[in-house]
């Protein structure tokens, strides 16, 4: 048995590409990182444009890979959905993050924390009730929760979008549309969707000091918003002169590298409590 065991590995070898092969390793590894508690959340800041302060977090999920190290979803997002095993990672990830904005909370932190959650998650049967189950198990609030959607996943089926956001909004939960203005939604309908918050979309961030279409792109998002009063975050904020725009256009919160990348949550915690008693 041994033998042919090998000679399996060498057939997978030979017959598939180098990367379908590294891809079944991958998957392999990844099914046990859950189990072996080897993926951890980093928090990123949200900042409040008028004064700088913390208003809250976006929980973004880190795999402690035994030998490559501390890698980005980048590395495994895709495996994860391909498998379907983000629907078990995305679950460790909105539990994790409960607990741990739960237990800020309880120190007297109390800050929202966004979760990102995948399609194949939030299509799943029984995704509202375990989120309830989580939020009642940690004791989180659930106007501290936020959940990400990206524009793709909130426009595939949008009836059954909003049965499923309506029992977590009734609670309080927020909704929030990433990566907003990426997808190819009809605007009208994307404005009768029961969000609270649109995130702008890093590209158009990055690229609007230079290009008009961008920065064009940014204003239509923000006054959409502000017609809507919904929230807004800009994502990807890296320059001061990127912060100043958004500032003039009247975004609420921003989140990028200019304030900070995505760290452990206890770093999280000491920048926070620093901006909130400055
Ligand atoms: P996203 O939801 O759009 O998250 C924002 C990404 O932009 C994060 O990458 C963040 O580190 C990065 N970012 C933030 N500010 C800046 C900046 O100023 N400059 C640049 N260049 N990048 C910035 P990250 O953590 O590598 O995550 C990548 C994507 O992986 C996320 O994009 C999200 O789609 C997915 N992801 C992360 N965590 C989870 C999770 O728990 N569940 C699911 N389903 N997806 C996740
Ligand atoms: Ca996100
Ligand atoms: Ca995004
Ligand atoms: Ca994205």
Known sequence: A????????????QSMNQS????????????????????TVFYQ??????????AGSEA???????????????????????????????????????????????????LPVAVNVS?????????ADNVLEILEQTGLSPELLEIELTESTAMRDPQRVIDQIQPLRDRGVKFAIDDFG??????????????????????FVRSMSRDPHSRAV????????????????????????QLAALRE????????????KPVPADEFESYARASIAD
Request: with cysteine; hydrophobic share 40%.
């Open 2 to 13: 041994k033998q042919s065991g090998g000679n399996a590995v060498h057939f997978f070898e």
């Open 20 to 39: 379908a092969f590294e891809r079944l390793v991958l998957e392999n590894e990844l099914r046990d990182a859950v189990k072996k508690n080897q993926l």
């Open 45 to 54: 800041p949200k900042v409040r444009m008028n004064d700088g302060v913390i």
């Open 60 to 110: 973004l999920v880190r795999w402690n890979h035994p030998t490559s190290g501390l890698l980005s979803p980048g590395h495994f997002i895709d495996a994860a959905e391909e498998s379907g095993l983000i629907v078990e990672i995305g679950d460790w990830v909105m539990r994790a993050a409960c607990e741990q904005a739960a237990d800020w909370a309880s120190h007297g932190l109390r």
């Open 119 to 127: 399609a194949m998650q939030f299509e799943r049967p029984g995704f």
């Open 182 to 203: 990426t997808g190819h939604s009809s605007l009208s309908y994307l404005t009768r969707m029961p969000f609270d918050v649109f995130k702008i979309d890093q590209s």
């Open 218 to 241: 940014v204003d239509t998002i923000l006054a959409l918003a502000r017609a809507l009063k919904l929230k807004t975050v800009a994502e990807g904020v890296e320059t001061s002169e």
């Open 249 to 260: 256009e009247g975004a609420t919160l921003a989140q990028g590298y200019l304030f900070s």
